[in-house]
């Protein structure tokens, strides 16, 4: 089976209080494909510059993603830097530069367009449609955002979400979109909008899963180890729609141990800098610490 992400593949600058790194590989689609490797084939839509380093596409070839629809541009590559203070919940985004994003529009070829497993990652929602526009009867098409496009493309995101099956937002984003509180009415809310599925990051408390049929929440990965939450959404994303690509069902069951791959996925991304961690990942690795979770949770 075959997933298709779209995002940024982005150089990211990210200081914590156990150190800074310069211009690392990062990017939606990049952390979310460190995880979706493990259990699916792995095609990459992006766009970077010329300055990106070539030793980072000889790293994505290594780790089995496919890049034929990796499209490089004259100018610069899309870059964020950012700060963790405190608990290392939110970042402090101190530079932005879109650089050769800001007039990207995705090119996928015509196997491609019919994989059917999709994800949109982190990106604006005008490119994020361009992408489902191109792609022939998917079966699930998840999609994340962010903040920044729920306040300043608001309408474009909800013509969006009519179209997808799955959206996955962190607690403040679900709130702000849904003007809900109450992070169950969010859920309800934002399950009106279209998609069927809705997922709540909740950071160190866990996820929230919401559809018609049943609401189900997961805590976090029990952890002190805490370098870098730089990417744990997008890998959290990335082992979630991963599992559920292999196992090709979707009923309760797969649904829940999905959100349990998806979060032990993300508890590996945190314990280092950028991709230091989830990139030497395997999938033994993630299912002896699953085992390890579910005998602290109850399910």
């Not at 952390?31 to 980072?56: C, Q, T, W, Y």
């Not at 402090?92 to 019919?114: D, H, I, M």
């Not at 474009?156 to 997808?164: H, I």
């Not at 280092?272 to 961690?277: A, E, S, T, V």
């Given at each position: 089976?075959?997933?298709?992400?779209?995002?940024?593949?982005?150089?990211?600058?990210?200081?914590?209080?156990?150190?800074?790194?310069?211009?690392?590989?990062?990017?939606?689609?990049?952390?979310?494909?460190?995880?979706?490797?493990?259990?699916?084939?792995?095609?990459?839509?992006?766009?970077?510059?010329?300055?990106?380093?070539?030793?980072?596409?000889?790293?994505?070839?290594?780790?089995?993603?496919?890049?034929?629809?990796?499209?490089?541009?004259k100018g610069k590559t899309f870059k964020w830097e950012g700060e963790y203070k405190g608990d290392l919940n939110a970042a402090l985004t101190l530079n932005t530069e879109l650089g050769v994003l800001s007039a990207f529009s995705?090119?996928?070829?015509?196997?491609?367009?019919?994989?059917?497993?999709?994800?949109?990652?982190?990106?604006?929602?005008?490119?994020?449609?361009?992408?489902?526009?191109?792609?022939?009867?998917?079966?699930?098409?998840?999609?994340?955002?962010?903040?920044?496009?729920?306040?300043?493309?608001?309408?474009?995101?909800?013509?969006?979400?009519?179209?997808?099956?799955?959206?996955?937002?962190?607690?403040?984003?679900?709130?702000?979109?849904?003007?809900?509180?109450?992070?169950?009415?969010?859920?309800?809310?934002?399950?009106?909008?279209?998609?069927?599925?809705?997922?709540?990051?909740?950071?160190?408390?866990?996820?929230?899963?919401?559809?018609?049929?049943?609401?189900?929440?997961?805590?976090?990965?029990?952890?002190?180890?805490?370098?870098d939450p730089t990417g744990a959404g997008d890998t959290f994303a990335g082992g979630f729609m991963g599992y559920l690509a292999r196992a090709k069902k979707i009923n309760e069951k797969n649904i829940k141990n999905a959100l349990?791959?998806?979060?032990?996925?993300?508890?590996?991304?945190?314990?280092?800098?950028?991709?230091?961690?989830?990139?030497?990942?395997?999938?033994?690795?993630?299912?002896?610490?699953?085992?390890?979770?579910?005998?602290?949770?109850?399910?």
């Amino acid at each position: 089976m075959s997933i298709i992400v779209l995002g940024t593949v982005a150089l990211d600058t990210v200081k914590t209080p156990f150190g800074e790194r310069k211009h690392m590989l990062g990017g939606s689609a990049v952390h979310f494909s460190m995880s979706a490797r493990l259990f699916s084939k792995v095609n990459l839509v992006a766009i970077i510059g010329e300055d990106f380093p070539p030793r980072h596409i000889d790293f994505l070839h290594k780790k089995g993603v496919i890049l034929t629809s990796l499209i490089k541009e004259k100018g610069k590559t899309f870059k964020w830097e950012g700060e963790y203070k405190g608990d290392l919940n939110a970042a402090l985004t101190l530079n932005t530069e879109l650089g050769v994003l800001s007039a990207f529009s995705p090119r996928v070829s015509r196997e491609q367009r019919k994989i059917k497993y999709v994800f949109l990652a982190n990106v604006d929602p005008d490119i994020q449609m361009d992408l489902l526009k191109l792609m022939h009867s998917p079966r699930v098409i998840g999609l994340d955002s962010m903040n920044y496009w729920i306040n300043h493309k608001p309408k474009p995101l909800l013509r969006l979400l009519k179209k997808v099956d799955i959206y996955v937002a962190n607690d403040q984003e679900a709130r702000a979109l849904s003007q809900e509180n109450n992070l169950i009415k969010a859920a309800k809310k934002l399950r009106s909008f279209g998609p069927e599925m809705v997922l709540i990051k909740k950071g160190e408390h866990g996820v929230l899963f919401y559809c018609d049929k049943f609401i189900f929440s997961l805590p976090a990965y029990p952890t002190d180890k805490v370098i870098d939450p730089t990417g744990a959404g997008d890998t959290f994303a990335g082992g979630f729609m991963g599992y559920l690509a292999r196992a090709k069902k979707i009923n309760e069951k797969n649904i829940k141990n999905a959100l349990a791959y998806g979060t032990v996925a993300a508890s590996f991304n945190i314990e280092d800098f950028g991709l230091n961690r989830t990139s030497k990942l395997t999938l033994n690795e993630l299912q002896t610490r699953l085992l390890k979770f579910k005998k602290s949770v109850i399910f």
